[in-house]
Structures are given as C-alpha cells and as structure tokens.
T-cell receptor, first 114, second 117 residues
Framework: AQSVAQPEDQVNVAEGNPLTVKCTYS??????LFWYVQYPNRGLQFLLK??????LVKGSYGFEAEFNKSQTSFHLKKPSALVSDSALYFC????????????FGAGTRLFVKA | ETGVTQTPRHLVMGMTNKKSLKCEQH?????MYWYKQSAKKPLELMFV???????ENNSVPSRFSPECPNSSHLFLHLHTLQPEDSALYLC????????????????FGEGSWLTVV
C-alpha cells in the first residue's frame, strides 16, 4: 500500500534553532515528493518539491528538504527557525508510475517559541 | 493570492439544504481537484477532473456532486449533508500529470469552511 508518514504530531523549537520535520513514504516506482505549509484558516501553500537530481532541494522561506532513497525519507529542514514559521506542515508524495493521486501525510504542527 | 479562488469562504447549511461551492483557477492548468480536510485526519482526495473529464471519484457519497464545465471552473454541489460532513473543502489545480511528468505541483485555494447543522 502507498502511504506517507509524518511520525510527529507536533514539533517544538526555539526561535533561531534549526528545525526538522520528518517524513517517510512508501510508494511504487520513483516518487515525486512535496512539502506544503498551512497557516491558520488558509489553504495549503506549496513549499518545495523533489522530482529528480540533487537530493537536497531548496524552497520558499529558507526551507530545504533532503531526499534519502535508502531510508525512503524526505525531511524538511530550516537552519534557523522563526516564530512566523509556526504552522501545519504536510508532506506529500505522488507515485512515479503516473496518475493524479497525490498522497498527503497527516500533518505536523510546528511551534516556534520566541 | 494563489491563483485558485474559492467561494464562499464560509458556509453554514442545514441538512435539508442544497448549496454549491465554487472554484476558479487562473493558472492555465487543466486538472482540478476537490479535497476534504477534517480535524486530525489526512487530506482526503474526493474528485479529480482532467480536461473537464472526471478521472477520480474516491468513493464519495452521492450527496456530493461535482461539476466541471471547463478547465478553469469546478463546482461541488451539496445536498442533504450530514453533520460529519462539516470540514474544510479545498479546491486545487495542476497541469495534468502524465507518465514521466508526474511532478506537476498541485496549487490549492484558500478553502471553504462548511458547517452542517
């Protein structure tokens, strides 16, 4: 079965510290991987994606993510967290076999404390 | 501004009402989606349209009826809903993914908050 797991419901970090939001996946073929962020009462905003090539992908707002094929992971990272980064983060994967079905994780709530 | 506009942003309806959610995308995409977001549950894909043709219907109850008159507009018609249908309904669009190019990013609207009373 194809799935995405975000093992942490919540991540707490202090402002200025590095942050990591974890994501692992299970899909057939080469995956296409995405991160989205959702602020309160808003839709999901696209942050970054991995299609092919460099395993380290850089995205919006200083975020980056590292694709690790052997560990089937795509963790989201930022070197220095801001209070304004506090939001709900979703990892998503589209199977490399094609099709429209993008599978989303359950989301991880990030709290950045001043 | 995401390029995907949803109206209304908030809707309260009784179980016997008929209402519709509207979505319009200005991104030149040809695939449109309805997702349901409920508290503490993963996003649920409801419907997918590709070039106005429905390609996915994930066992959605018939009280939800989608309509896609063209590649830029998508509706979700609601009829005799249940309180458990209260959720955030998200519309999204993308270029149509096809084998070898499935990385096309999905862009979401701001959502329509639906409360069924």
């Amino acid at each position: 079965a194809q799935s995405v797991a975000q093992p942490e419901d919540q991540v707490n970090v202090a402002e200025g510290n590095p942050l990591t939001v974890k994501c692992t996946y299970s899909v057939s073929g080469n995956p296409y991987l995405f991160w989205y962020v959702q602020y309160p009462n808003r839709g999901l905003q696209f942050l970054l994606k991995y299609i092919t090539g460099d395993n380290l992908v850089k995205g919006s707002y200083g975020f980056e993510a590292e694709f690790n094929k052997s560990q089937t992971s795509f963790h989201l990272k930022k070197p220095s967290a801001l209070v304004s980064d506090s939001a709900l983060y979703f990892c998503a994967v589209r199977p490399g076999t094609g099709g429209f079905k993008t599978i989303f994780g359950a989301g991880t709530r990030l709290f950045v404390k001043a | 501004e995401t390029g995907v506009t949803q109206t209304p942003r908030h809707l309260v309806m009784g179980m016997t009402n008929k209402k519709s959610l509207k979505c319009e995308q200005h991104l030149g995409h040809n695939a449109m989606y309805w997702y349901k977001q409920s508290a503490k549950k993963p996003l649920e894909l409801m419907f997918v349209y590709n070039f106005k043709e429905q390609t996915e219907n994930n066992s959605v109850p018939s009280r939800f009826s989608p309509e896609c008159p063209n590649s830029s507009h998508l509706f979700l018609h609601l009829h005799t809903l249940q309180p458990e249908d209260s959720a955030l309904y998200l519309c999204a669009s993308s270029q149509a993914p096809y084998l070898g190019s499935s990385g096309n990013t999905i862009y979401f609207g701001e959502g329509s908050w639906l409360t069924v009373v």
